[in-house]
């Protein structure tokens, strides 16, 4: 019912001029407010070596200005390496990615295990900037390099059985802390609805900022869906998986009625003990208009048309 | 009581300054760190993060000083209960301000329907509200003017203020509930030793009572 709304995407839409503060003005503005913190020469978000340096435009890229590479390195969920933000930071750097296989699996014609430069071989990275909407409340930029994931898929060949795709991270102790753990069912798995998975925005990601994906970002390979809430995304992939009855995900099999399967980004339908109706961009203090599909309507609203979406959250 | 009171209350002169600022530590450290862009990419989250966590630990050291006193027999541990309570009550006040502002900015009538909607928020507020009575009983004048038992009965307060805390991190906390649950722990804990010394001289009374009289009374073995 409210999947059919088109979004404007400009930000200074989203965000009129006089709600949008920076750090600097942030610290000002705390000051007024009787906090006492003095002003102080914080740096911008930005740095000015992390400016993307990308001329044009793509068909897919938001216009507003990506975070920093340092907020989008060190600000990051992925519990197998500590389930504080800057665990992966701190923890991901031992884990070794190269060699890397992914095995592929179940409803397809091309099942086994592949290198992973043998099955990105053919691929033109490409690089796209997008947003990236936590379901914990706050959100960033990010420039990915990358391929489409339909692109993938089509390679792989999936039956017409195949009616679903899952995704699992590596689950290895010896390198990652947190899977010792019992944070989450173990290896994470997420997954996606075939027509979801073919969709031009999913995206599988190698690099960031146009160099080499980050450990604590999802090296060597994630997947990037950016109308849904972050968790959606699988980092450090090992097995693809195509299948004809939906897959169990980590988060749903955590928290059933928290985290849907779908968990397309939505401001009308709140998580059961937060509201997702706004949220906070890393760098800015007054927090924005949460986006339906997190700006990404026009691109995916139509696979849902006809689904109740707060029953399928 | 006279011989004492020439003696250099090194407690009371010493150690309780150093106590106060030591728990000043804590917001002294954050703003450092906020100033020098020392916190994460989301410094609004980890201050509101920082002042719950300071404020839990604060309840948490209040309710240990009476047991702690019990186990160590130590009785000037007491001069500190009432200086770490209003710690407990200005970390909590900090974090409720952090909400109110970075989370809600003032927008009262988005608060007022936040509150019941969200239980752990519900339960974080009423966390303070029931620290707000004790905080403003805490000055000698008037806890004289209250006089001492109804003082002490308002300031069981303590006990509820314990477990609200602890329900409210258990229900913000995503999957992992290992911090939480060491709050919770220590908070059974003290409770635990409460309910020890309390039914300790009742028990010790009725076996001398069974003991003294000759009916074979089966109550106790």
């Not at chain 1, 027509?195 to 990601?205: I, K, R, S, T, V």
């Amino acid at each position: 019912m409210l999947i059919k709304r088109s979004e404007e995407l400009k930000s200074s839409e989203i965000t009129p001029e006089h709600f949008y503060y920076n750090r600097r003005e942030f610290i000002a503005a705390a000051a007024a407010a009787g906090i006492g913190f003095a002003a102080s020469a914080v740096p911008s978000s930005l740095n000015a070596q992390d400016r993307w340096p990308k001329g044009k435009k793509g068909p897919y890229d938001t216009d507003e200005e990506p975070n920093s590479y340092k907020d989008i390195t060190t600000y990051n969920n992925y519990y197998e390496f500590g389930t504080d933000k800057s665990d992966p930071a701190e923890n991901a750097g031992g884990l070794r990615t190269k060699p890397w296989t992914v095995k592929v699996e179940g409803e397809c014609k091309k099942p086994a295990s592949y290198h992973l430069e043998d099955l990105i071989k053919p691929y033109k990275m490409e690089d796209r900037i997008y947003r990236h909407r936590c379901v914990e409340g706050w959100s960033m930029v990010m420039p990915w390099r990358g391929f489409a994931m339909a692109e993938l898929i089509k390679k792989l060949e999936p039956t017409s059985k195949a009616k679903y795709v899952e995704f699992s991270t590596l689950n290895d102790p010896s390198q990652m802390p947190g899977v010792k753990r019992p944070y989450l069912n173990w290896p994470y798995r997420e997954g996606l609805r075939m027509d979801e998975a073919m969709n031009p925005l999913a995206f599988l990601a190698t690099g960031l900022y146009g160099k080499d994906l980050p450990n604590q970002n999802g090296a060597p390979l994630r997947s990037v869906i950016p109308w849904k809430y972050g968790f959606k995304c699988c980092k450090a992939i090992v097995r693809i998986r195509f299948s004809e009855s939906q897959p169990s995900t980590s988060w749903s099999e955590a928290a059933p009625d928290e985290y849907g399967f779908y968990s397309n980004v939505n401001p009308d339908v709140d998580h059961p003990r937060w509201s997702q109706g706004s949220e906070r961009r890393i760098g800015e203090f007054r927090k924005r208009k949460t986006l339906m599909f997190n700006g990404y309507g026009d691109q995916v609203a139509s696979m849902y048309s006809g689904m109740d979406l707060k029953k399928y959250f | 009581m006279d011989q004492t009171k020439k003696q250099f209350d090194w407690v009371r002169r010493i150690l309780k300054p150093l106590v106060f600022v030591a728990a000043l530590v804590p917001i002294g450290l954050l703003a450092y760190r906020f100033l020098n862009d020392q916190l994460s990419a989301n410094p609004l989250d980890d201050i509101t993060d920082e002042t719950g966590t300071w404020t839990i630990r604060f309840i948490v050291a209040t309710l240990a000083v009476t047991p702690l006193k019990r186990l160590t027999n130590w009785s000037r541990l007491s001069t500190f209960r009432r200086m770490l309570g209003n710690f407990a009550f200005f970390y909590g006040s900090l974090h409720f301000f952090t909400y109110l502002y970075f989370d809600k900015f003032f927008e009262w009538p988005e608060i007022l329907a936040d509150i019941p909607k969200r239980r752990f928020i519900l339960v974080g507020f009423s966390t303070w509200l029931s620290m707000l009575p004790l905080a403003l009983t805490s000055t000698n004048r008037i806890t004289k003017w209250m006089g001492g038992k109804r003082w002490k009965r308002l300031h069981r307060l303590m006990y509820v203020v314990g477990v609200f805390a602890v329900v409210h991190y258990m229900w913000l906390v995503k999957s992992d509930i290992t911090r939480p649950s060491i709050y919770g722990a220590i908070v059974a804990f003290t409770f635990g030793v409460r309910i020890f010394y309390w039914v300790k001289p009742k028990l010790v009374a009725k076996r001398a009572s069974v003991s003294n009289s000759s009916s074979g009374a089966t109550v106790t073995k």
